[in-house]
């Protein structure tokens, strides 16, 4: 679902009234549109987003932290700014890579110095292949209105090596509109991924009421 009709319905779903938010789920499938914008937006994503109490990079470091140790190689995929690439290095993750569509969300990852490799990428192509495949994958805050939907899962599951975790956060508002339920199960029943878990209603902005899921799956 990647038209622009459907999409500026998803923001009315969400219902929210804050600005930035509502011109972020409205946004169109358009690649090029989403990664001018994430430039423009580049300096002030992290003051806009602590403003909403969005909480979702340290939901998802603390699941991959459940599951792996913390001399895996991790790809952070969308990572934008390196909200996840702080949370994983506070529980002393040392091997993050990052990729993002955004020079200008890159830049500010890099000026943290907390990632191993950085690279422009779209998540929905096959990403820049990894000796070996990555531990783990994490995706936080791509998978939500007017950005990624479900086909996107598949590339993040094929960076991990065999055994290795995908863990990423959807946002309530979008799991049945956009298929997820329904794609998790094709993926798994084809064999592509295990479905580790899949926790529905976790916080994901303290300050309004959203929230979204945690997936976890494990390539074959
Ligand atoms: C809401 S931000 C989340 C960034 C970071 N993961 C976090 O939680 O703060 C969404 C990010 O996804 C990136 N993005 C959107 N679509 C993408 C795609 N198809 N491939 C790679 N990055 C994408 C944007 O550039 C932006 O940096």
Redesign the pocket.
């Known amino acids: 679902m990647s038209d622009d009709a459907s999409e500026t319905d998803e923001a009315d779903q969400v219902g929210v009234d804050h600005p930035i938010l509502r011109r972020m789920y409205s946004l169109s499938g358009d ?1 090029e549109e ?2 001018g914008i ?1 430039d423009d937006w580049a300096r002030d994503y992290e003051r806009d ?1 602590a403003n909403l109490g969005y909480v ?2 340290a939901l998802a470091a603390a699941r991959v932290a459940e599951l792996v140790p913390p001399d895996t190689e991790v790809l952070d995929a ?4 390196g ?2 690439g702080v949370e994983l290095a506070q529980r002393e993750f040392t091997a993050v890579d990052g ?4 020079s200008g ?1 890159l830049d500010v990852a890099r000026q943290k110095g907390i990632y191993r490799h950085l690279a422009i ?4 192509r096959p990403l820049p292949a990894h000796q070996g495949g990555y531990g783990a994958v994490v995706c ?3 998978f ?1 209105a007017g ?2 939907g479900p086909e ?1 899962i598949d590339s993040l599951v094929a960076a991990a090596r065999p055994g290795g975790y995908t863990v990423l956060t959807v946002l309530s508002h979008i799991w049945d509109a956009r298929g997820f339920p329904a794609h998790i199960a094709e993926l798994t029943q084809r064999g592509a991924a295990r479905l580790v878990d899949q926790r529905a209603g976790q916080t994901y902005h303290t300050k309004e009421p959203l929230t979204c899921w945690v997936v976890v799956l494990q390539t074959p």
């Not at 990428?121 to 929905?124: L, R």
């Open positions: 690649v989403r990664t994430y987003t979702g990079p969308a990572c934008g700014t909200l996840v990729v993002d569509l955004s969300m990428a779209d998540i929905t936080a805050g791509t939500t950005h990624v996107g």
